[in-house]
């Protein structure tokens, strides 16, 4: 249990759908983050939200569209997919000294675009 | 972010220490030092962090260098469960998201 859930585990989609991950925490936190997992690459950073607000978006193709209606829900709606969008998508949350507040991860949503 | 550098993958035995080392020559007075791991199939995980002194948990311990261009991840007793890809991680006050590397794949042998 790591206090940040994430529902799908997993979610199988045509390139057409539209589909959300959901992401929640409460643990408190005011910042809240989706990150993308390639196979074999680094974790990249997609989108941060602090207090709800939307803060930085990092050059992500608009068929990735982010939600945050308040601090402890988070959502990344997706439609028109491509198969390379395949990847481990994860949120995470921490608390407001940035610095010295670790992130806290959910298990991610595995996708799978066909 | 500072960035930083670690080797790509490292091996131990069960129940010997691990010392997993991080090289960040760039970090700034006020930058903490973080450190998560990712089990297979798994977000990543927090492991330890600090900022000047050397920090313990129930999972390891953080050895900082005394110029903070360094850190060490001590693992005091590693099992088969600790195999995973572990990531030190410079986490500045004023940046937010964190920038994860490619991070050091440890192997546990038996």
């Known amino acids: 249990e790591t206090g940040v859930t994430q529902t799908p585990r997993h979610l199988v989609m045509g390139m057409t759908n539209k589909k959300s991950l959901k992401c929640e925490q409460h643990l408190g936190h005011n910042a809240m983050y989706w990150y993308k997992q390639s196979a074999k690459k680094p974790l990249e950073l997609m989108f941060v939200?602090?207090?709800?607000?939307?803060?930085e978006n990092n050059s992500v193709p608009s068929r990735f569209s982010p939600e945050c209606p308040n601090s402890s829900h988070l959502f990344l709606h997706l439609h028109t997919l491509q198969p390379e969008d395949s990847a481990l998508y994860l949120c995470?949350?921490?608390?407001?000294?940035?610095?010295?507040?670790?992130?806290?991860f959910g298990n991610g949503t595995r996708l799978t675009v066909t | 972010d500072a960035k930083t550098t670690q080797p790509n993958s490292m091996e131990s035995n069960e129940e010997e220490p691990v010392h997993l080392p991080c090289n960040h020559s760039?970090?700034?007075?006020?930058?903490?030092i973080h450190w998560y791991r990712q089990l297979p199939s798994q977000g990543p995980e927090y492991v330890i962090h600090g900022l000047t002194s050397n920090v313990n948990n129930r999972m390891a311990s953080l050895a900082i260098a005394e110029d903070r261009k360094s850190s060490t991840l001590i693992l005091h007793r590693a099992t088969l469960r600790d195999a995973a890809v572990y990531y030190c991680?410079?986490?500045?006050?004023?940046?937010?998201?964190?920038?994860f590397g490619k991070g050091t794949h440890l192997i546990i042998q038996p």
């Open positions: 760039t970090i700034s007075g006020t930058d903490y």
């Open positions: 939200y602090n207090f709800k607000e939307q803060t």
């Open positions: 995470a949350s921490r608390g407001l000294d940035r610095g010295n507040s670790p992130l806290h």
């Open positions: 991680i410079i986490s500045g006050g004023g940046a937010d998201g964190l920038t």
